[in-house]
């Protein structure tokens, strides 16, 4: 969490933002999902607290909050670690060794699937089909994604973030998972940014499209 966090604190803090983003849609409903990310972002997490706050500041029923924040696997209920891994383990990802590759996952990081590294470094998440189907074993660190995983790619992966913590250099880890790694220039295990996958790469642009229909209460 990165502020205080109460239902009082978060309508004092997000009242004129959500304000700006309800412009920008045609009912109140429509800004519930730019909403709860945008919590999401400033606290790191969205629960119950956060759902009665943005129920009550777009002046919605709490239930079209909820339905919303628990049905999109982007919203998260707890507090998690800096990186989230979130490895696809639908049926094509399956058949080409997710399940080989999230077992690594837990041995490397001495975690299970759900929980988070002691240093609060990884949050380990299984998710269904991540749209890279073509790409498979596919993963996404935060917002970005990697595919045609190895071991061999996934341990370069882990390695250069885990360095980067350790050197203090992990103020933007979203951006160094960008980056090249390697001497011959080639991108980490076959990133690809979020963009045009899902609504947003930041709260900015996330409040300036349409969310993604979700379930009709």
Known sequence: MTAEYSKQTIIA???????????????????????????????????ETAYLAISEILDVPEIWVFELASFYTLYKNKNI???HLQICTNVPCMLRGAYDMLEHLQTRLGISQG??????????????????????????????????????????LLDQLTQAETESLATDILSLTQNTSS???????????????????????????????GPES
Do not use: W
């Not at 009242?15 to 009912?27: L, M, N, S």
């Not at 002691?118 to 917002?143: H, Q, R, Y």
């Open 115 to 156: 929980d988070t590294s002691k240093d609060g470094l990884f949050t380990l998440s299984t998710v269904e089909c991540i749209g890279s189907c073509d790409v498979a074993p596919a993963m996404m660190v935060n917002e970005i994604y990697h595919t045609k995983l190895s071991k061999q790619s996934i341990n370069q």
């Open 13 to 47: 803090d997000l009242t004129a933002p959500i304000a700006d983003i309800v412009k920008r849609y045609p009912t109140q409903r429509s800004a519930i999902m730019p909403a709860l990310y945008l919590a999401q972002e400033k606290y790191g997490f969205i629960d």
């Open 81 to 83: 670690g800096k990186c």
């Open 183 to 213: 001497a011959n220039n080639e991108p980490l295990a076959n990133e690809q940014p979020l963009a045009n996958k899902q609504f947003s790469e930041n709260t900015e642009s996330l409040t300036k499209s349409e969310p993604t229909a």
